[in-house]
Nanobody
């Protein structure tokens, strides 16, 4: 089993910054991609940013230039630095990791952390 613990969400004014963390623990042999998704009320869950095992990154157009995803392999942790936050960034943010085991990939989700940006 794999557990993900997220932290770092909260309330911030527009233009402010937050840093989200997601630490994975448990039966982890190898982590492939790690990513952040978000879901606002009434909306579908959407990809925010993703980072591969070789640290290649990809971002949603709406956050490019403002958000930065990174990972610490030794700690099995993925981060999301969010700068210049906008009210439309308000959502529950979820981390997701894909773990390799016996040739298969298994996806795990965090419990979600609320990010609220006030105008």
């Amino acid at each position: 089993q794999v557990q993900l613990v997220e932290s770092g969400g909260g309330l911030v004014q527009a233009g402010g910054s937050l840093r989200l963390s997601c630490a994975a623990s448990g039966s982890i042999v190898s982590i492939n991609a790690m990513g952040w998704y978000r879901q606002a009320p009434g909306n579908k869950r959407e990809l925010v940013a993703i980072i591969s095992s070789s640290s290649n990154t990809n971002y949603a157009d709406s956050v490019k230039g403002r958000f930065t995803i990174s990972r610490d392999g030794a700690k099995n942790t993925v981060y999301l630095q969010m700068n210049s936050l906008k009210p439309e960034d308000t959502a529950v943010y979820f981390c997701k990791i894909v773990v390799s085991s016996n040739g298969y990939g298994y996806a795990y989700w965090g419990q979600g952390t609320q990010v609220t940006v006030s105008s």
